[in-house]
């Protein structure tokens, strides 16, 4: 079943701006990863997070976790046009091999 | 860095008509290779963990007479959609861990689209 919930569902910005995405999830995960998609492409991983972390950075990617409310955010800073994609969080079931369970995504709209 | 495969990458079948999807692993080796599918303008779901030598792990709901999933190998996965549907037209994504690798990531391909008419 669906775990993660993102929000927002859909968000527009300008060139520069920073874009702000939340995942929610609901059971006691190990880790929490973000991808990225372009339309009708398949998935770029961008960041992983394990439990234990609380943030994580990676070039203009800053990730946070908080188990305690079983929440995750993803900050794009200076967004550029090309960061225009869907966005998911994925949290890992242990019991099936590590699969992913995938929220339903922010909609990510960069204008130049 | 991993590289997973896909092929094809899209198809158009006839109801009624069966479709094989290929996922391998280019440049390392997965004993777990994960199918997931994708409607339009949704989030992928998990459909099956598929593990070498052994049969396929399915999610409630998804039937495993009709998807059929073979890992003959450590880096090659199969998805065959048998007696395909409309409503089987769908965005069919693979994923696979690299079993040498601690973390946790996994390395998806490129996606097949599916069409049935």
């Known amino acids: 079943s669906q775990q993660g919930e993102e929000d927002p569902q859909a968000l527009s910005i300008q060139e520069g701006e920073n874009a702000t995405m939340n995942c929610s999830y609901k059971?006691?995960?190990?880790?929490l990863q973000w991808y990225r998609q372009n339309s009708g492409r398949g998935l770029v991983h961008l960041i992983l997070?394990?439990?234990?972390?609380r943030e994580k950075h990676s070039g203009r990617l800053r990730v946070t976790l908080d188990t305690s409310k079983k929440s995750s955010s993803l900050l794009i800073t200076a967004s550029r046009a090309a960061d225009t994609a869907s966005y998911f969080c994925?949290?890992?079931?242990?019991?099936?091999?590590?699969?992913?369970?995938f929220g339903k995504g922010t909609s990510l709209l960069v204008t130049p | 860095g991993a590289v997973v495969s896909q092929h094809p990458s899209w198809v158009i079948c006839k109801s009624g008509t069966s479709v094989k999807i290929e996922c391998r692993s280019l440049?390392?080796?997965?004993?777990?290779m994960f199918w997931y599918r994708q409607f339009p303008k949704q989030s992928l779901m998990l459909m099956a963990t598929?593990?070498?030598?052994?049969?396929?792990?399915?999610e409630q709901g998804v039937e495993k007479d009709k998807f059929l999933i073979n890992h003959a190998s450590l880096t090659l996965s199969t998805l065959t959609v048998t007696s395909a549907h409309p409503e089987d037209s769908s965005f069919y994504i693979c994923?696979?861990?690299?079993?040498?690798?601690?973390?946790?990531?996994?390395?998806f391909g490129p996606g097949t689209r599916l069409t049935v008419t």
């Open positions: 994923s696979a861990r690299d079993i040498w690798e601690g973390s946790y990531e996994q390395y």
């Open positions: 994925a949290t890992g079931l242990s019991n099936s091999g590590y699969a992913l369970n």
């Open positions: 440049d390392f080796q997965a004993t777990t």
């Open positions: 997070i394990r439990s234990n972390e």
């Open positions: 598929s593990n070498e030598g052994s049969k396929a792990t399915y």
């Open positions: 059971t006691s995960i190990n880790n």
